[in-house]
């Protein structure tokens, strides 16, 4: 079902290295995309998606990079090979109607054979939703992942769609955080090596959720619940369920020795429309994205940046700055229904912006105002445009982020090379004319082609041997670009 991981891979440029937080190496784009960074930068491709028209994505991999599990829709796939391990139909994995980021993986603390699953999961006629655990182990005679007969576990019935996952203060522990469809209940429970204890921390704090006349709409409330890197401060975004369906965000603290949440701030309301959140990676700024609708005028696109160091109502407002915001005609479709904002192990943050096949970043999201680099279209997507961007925990006990990033050039007008590795065939997309030289370790030529503006050269390399090749670009007026491929 899935090509593999670097299938039609675009390499993001990069100065310099970083080690990445492999756990979230790699990220499932659907509806027909895939990101998966390395500590040598990122790469894009496409995939061929599974047979549901579901938004929600998940994923994990091991503390090396390796894809474990991912979840879409009512799926959930082992490997970037995609094999389907679970089901909505054979195991109730996630729900039905689970647009938003309701399914979430977590590493189970001192056992790399399990992962514990966690999803929000309604009822086909949406008379009832639950949040659920699952585990999945790794067989060990064959290393393939599996779900464990008779491990669900009915943990809540009244959940929001949004769940979270915060690293417990004790180092090998994990907080899995949700929130009621109504009144003011966050839900902490806490996964260790004995496994899930099925009774949560409840904390009872900030305002409280409205029901609404209409039991669809409260059980199905949307929303994004986020947390900050260091997993103490979490963002609840939700839109009310009365008529008028405008977005509030609530911002609170959260202990992670004790899984006790606490309200401190409400930021001004986001209008209407789909709508993001995220945390800068040092936690001292906090990002708003949200899509409006108004009829006969269109879509309006904005971004808004808070400094949340003050954790002072009155002073986050104040400290509001408008990063950009676009204006769409009404037939222009704009995708997007989950989270649509999100923070990457390479330190920068990627939004679903304007429905085109590509991702907005902000490069240096710690950065103050227009300093933190906001770039739209700044990575170009091989398919459709993504609709979604994966749920995963932030930070890992064994899987760290690091503290300096490298810089990220625009994915326009750069050199394209897949497959990733390769057995054989090789294409090599320029944005310009010029010529395309293949060269052995050893620096002596291999193949070279003549190739034009915007194309797709086809190099075939099934007589080469096996190892590592430069793949060189020359064009006049340019600079020379090289990229490293490895034959298979």
Not at 270 to 287: A, I, R, W
Not at 337 to 365: F, K, M, T
Not at 458 to 469: I, K
């Given at each position: 079902?899935?090509?593999?991981?670097?299938?039609?891979?675009?390499?993001?440029?990069?100065?310099?290295?970083?080690?990445?937080?492999?756990?979230?190496?790699?990220?499932?784009?659907?509806?027909?995309?895939?990101?998966?960074?390395?500590?040598?930068?990122?790469?894009?491709?496409?995939?061929?998606?599974?047979?549901?028209?579901?938004?929600?994505s998940s994923s994990i991999s091991s503390?090396?990079?390796?894809?474990?599990?991912?979840?879409?829709?009512?799926?959930?796939?082992?490997?970037?090979?995609?094999?389907?391990?679970?089901?909505?139909?054979?195991?109730?994995?996630?729900?039905?109607?689970?647009?938003?980021?309701?399914?979430?993986?977590?590493?189970?603390?001192?056992?790399?054979?399990?992962?514990?699953?966690?999803?929000?999961?309604?009822?086909?006629?949406?008379?009832?939703?639950?949040?659920?655990?699952?585990?999945?182990?790794?067989?060990?005679?064959?290393?393939?992942?599996?779900?464990?007969?008779?491990?669900?576990?009915?943990?809540?019935?009244?959940?929001?769609?949004?769940?979270?996952?915060?690293?417990?203060?004790?180092?090998?522990?994990?907080?899995?955080?949700?929130?009621?469809?109504?009144?003011?209940?966050?839900?902490?429970?806490?996964?260790?090596?004995?496994?899930?204890?099925?009774?949560?921390?409840?904390?009872?704090?900030?305002?409280?959720?409205?029901?609404?006349?209409?039991?669809?709409?409260?059980?199905?409330?949307?929303?994004?619940?986020?947390?900050?890197?260091?997993?103490?401060?979490?963002?609840?975004?939700?839109?009310?369920?009365?008529?008028?369906?405008?977005?509030?965000?609530?911002?609170?603290?959260?202990?992670?020795?004790?899984?006790?949440?606490?309200?401190?701030?409400?930021?001004?309301?986001?209008?209407?429309?789909?709508?993001?959140?995220?945390?800068?990676?040092?936690?001292?700024?906090?990002?708003?994205?949200?899509?409006?609708?108004?009829p006969d005028v269109g879509w309006t696109?904005?971004?808004?940046?808070?400094?949340?160091?003050?954790?002072?109502?009155?002073?986050?407002?104040?400290?509001?700055?408008?990063?950009?915001?676009?204006?769409?005609?009404?037939?222009?479709?704009?995708?997007?229904?989950?989270?649509?904002?999100?923070?990457?192990?390479?330190?920068?943050?990627?939004?679903?912006?304007?429905?085109?096949?590509?991702?907005?970043?902000?490069?240096?999201?710690?950065?103050?105002?227009?300093?933190?680099?906001?770039?739209?279209?700044?990575?170009?997507?091989?398919?459709?445009?993504?609709?979604?961007?994966?749920?995963?925990?932030?930070?890992?006990?064994?899987?760290?982020?690091?503290?300096?990033?490298?810089?990220?050039?625009?994915?326009?007008?750069?050199?394209?090379?897949?497959?990733?590795?390769?057995?054989?065939?090789?294409?090599?997309?320029?944005?310009?004319?010029?010529?395309?030289r293949i060269a052995d370790a050893l620096?002596?030529?291999?193949?070279?082609?003549?190739?034009?503006?915007?194309?797709?050269?086809?190099?075939?390399?099934?007589?080469?041997?096996?190892?590592?090749?430069?793949?060189?670009?020359?064009?006049?007026?340019?600079?020379?670009?090289?990229?490293?491929?490895?034959?298979?």
């Amino acid at each position: 079902m899935m090509r593999t991981a670097a299938a039609l891979a675009v390499v993001l440029l990069l100065v310099g290295h970083a080690r990445a937080q492999q756990r979230n190496a790699h990220w499932p784009l659907p509806p027909a995309n895939w990101m998966h960074f390395t500590e040598d930068g990122a790469q894009v491709g496409a995939w061929e998606p599974p047979a549901n028209w579901l938004f929600t994505s998940s994923s994990i991999s091991s503390p090396t990079g390796e894809l474990q599990l991912y979840g879409y829709g009512n799926y959930v796939y082992a490997g970037a090979e995609g094999t389907v391990i679970a089901s909505a139909n054979g195991s109730s994995w996630p729900s039905y109607n689970s647009s938003g980021p309701s399914s979430l993986f977590c590493p189970w603390p001192g056992d790399d054979d399990r992962i514990a699953a966690f999803a929000r999961r309604s009822s086909f006629n949406n008379a009832e939703a639950r949040l659920v655990h699952f585990t999945f182990l790794r067989n060990a005679q064959t290393g393939t992942w599996e779900l464990e007969a008779d491990s669900e576990q009915e943990l809540n019935d009244s959940p929001m769609r949004p769940l979270t996952a915060v690293a417990h203060a004790n180092g090998t522990d994990y907080w899995i955080l949700s929130h009621g469809h109504s009144g003011n209940t966050f839900l902490a429970y806490r996964l260790s090596a004995q496994g899930v204890d099925p009774t949560p921390v409840i904390s009872q704090t900030g305002p409280a959720l409205t029901m609404a006349s209409s039991d669809y709409i409260s059980l199905n409330r949307w929303g994004t619940l986020v947390a900050s890197y260091d997993g103490t401060q979490l963002a609840l975004t939700h839109v009310s369920t009365d008529p008028s369906m405008v977005i509030h965000c609530d911002l609170f603290q959260f202990n992670a020795s004790t899984g006790v949440v606490s309200y401190y701030a409400s930021l001004p309301i986001l209008s209407q429309g789909n709508h993001g959140t995220e945390f800068s990676p040092d936690g001292t700024k906090l990002y708003q994205i949200h899509h409006a609708w108004a009829p006969d005028v269109g879509w309006t696109n904005t971004l808004r940046q808070f400094d949340v160091t003050s954790q002072v109502a009155e002073q986050i407002a104040a400290s509001a700055v408008l990063l950009r915001t676009e204006l769409y005609p009404p037939d222009y479709h704009i995708p997007g229904l989950g989270l649509c904002i999100a923070s990457a192990p390479d330190g920068r943050i990627y939004l679903v912006w304007n429905g085109e096949n590509s991702l907005a970043v902000i490069n240096e999201p710690n950065a103050s105002g227009e300093a933190c680099n906001f770039v739209v279209g700044q990575v170009q997507l091989l398919d459709t445009s993504a609709t979604t961007l994966p749920n995963q925990c932030k930070r890992y006990h064994d899987s760290e982020l690091p503290l300096g990033f490298p810089a990220i050039q625009n994915t326009q007008g750069q050199l394209a090379v897949w497959p990733v590795p390769t057995d054989g065939i090789l294409h090599v997309r320029t944005p310009k004319a010029g010529r395309v030289r293949i060269a052995d370790a050893l620096g002596r030529t291999v193949a070279t082609q003549l190739i034009g503006e915007n194309s797709t050269a086809y190099v075939d390399l099934s007589l080469a041997a096996p190892g590592a090749y430069a793949v060189q670009w020359l064009a006049p007026g340019s600079p020379p670009v090289c990229r490293w491929v490895v034959k298979r």
